[in-house]
């Protein structure tokens, strides 16, 4: 592991969440993501059946916007919708909404992708119940620095349990189980 001499390992802003002060921060922090996650799960749900009854004078099951980027549809809603905007049971695109989300930036139960915030999420920056991911901010969070009540990873931060490869709570560590 390289590091410059006289700096601590991992990064700061994790290790600083990580004592009981972070700790109130990220329930703030957590909180008001809530509240936005929510304002826009809702926000999709209005714009989406407005879109839709506005389509075709009539409500429908799936819709899909004759705009397209890239070969998708600008909006998509349905039980399986797939578009640059996806709002659905199953949703697939750059900004999923739904019950399985998987795009760039990805809200719901069970997300896959690069920003993810759900209770189960797999992606490289996260925000969930069950986070996986490199940066990983959760209370069962897993990958290389995470934050949570129990985090395993290269760097685990957090007022619970930490297990970390190289650092746990802010202590250098030889190994996991060292």
Known sequence: MLTRPGSEPGPEWMRQLGSQEGFRQIRK?????????AVIQVAAIVVADIAVYHAHGRPLRSY???MQIGGLPLLSVGRTAHGVIAC????????AVGGVAAGVIAFGPVSVGVFCFGAMSLGIVVLA?????????????VGHAVVGVLSIG?????????????EA????KESLFG
């Open 88 to 95: 659905g049971g199953v949703a697939t695109g750059i900004v």
């Open 129 to 141: 119940a069950l986070a996986v991911g490199w940066r990983a901010v959760g209370a069962l969070a």
């Open 64 to 66: 899909n916007s004759p």
């Open 169 to 172: 709570s802010g202590k250098q």
């Open 154 to 166: 290269r760097y685990a931060y957090g007022p619970g349990i930490a297990l970390g490869y190289h």
């Open 29 to 37: 922090a957590i909180l008001g993501i809530c509240v936005l996650v």
